[in-house]
Nanobody
Framework: QVHLVESGGGLVQPGGSLRLSCVAS??????GEWAWHRQATEKQRERV?????????TYIGSVKGRFTISRANNGNAVYLQMDNLKPDDPGVYYC????????WGQGTQVTVSS
């Protein structure tokens, strides 16, 4: 069974940075299309960022210019660099390998607080 193992979450002050990692437990044999989602308490899950197979990245408007999604060269990991974090950014962040498997990470908690 393939697993996506996430890490990098934690507590950060407003304006701080975090780098989330999502690493596949096996070789996925292709770069794939990846996404990061987040779900804050009592809010709907939303897709934050997506990176396509041609390396085109898209973001929701609230994180543009602050978040950067990237992918390992072998397609077995995806990352989310989060800079200038704001109070509206906290939640559980999930990585997702898009495709037939539709594999999700276990989630990593991001908290933004002074």
């Amino acid at each position: 069974q393939v697993h996506l193992v996430e890490s990098g979450g934690g507590l950060v002050q407003p304006g701080g940075s975090l780098r989330l990692s999502c690493v596949a437990s096996i070789d996925l044999r292709g770069i794939g299309e990846w996404a990061w989602h987040r779900q804050a308490t009592e809010k709907q899950r939303e897709r934050v960022a997506l990176i396509d197979t041609d390396d085109t990245a898209t973001y929701i408007g609230s994180v543009k210019g602050r978040f950067t999604i990237s992918r390992a060269n072998n397609g077995n990991a995806v990352y989310l660099q989060m800079d200038n974090l704001k109070p509206d950014d906290p939640g559980v962040y999930y990585c997702n390998r898009i495709g037939a498997m539709n594999v999700w990470g276990q989630g990593t908690q991001v908290t933004v607080s002074s």
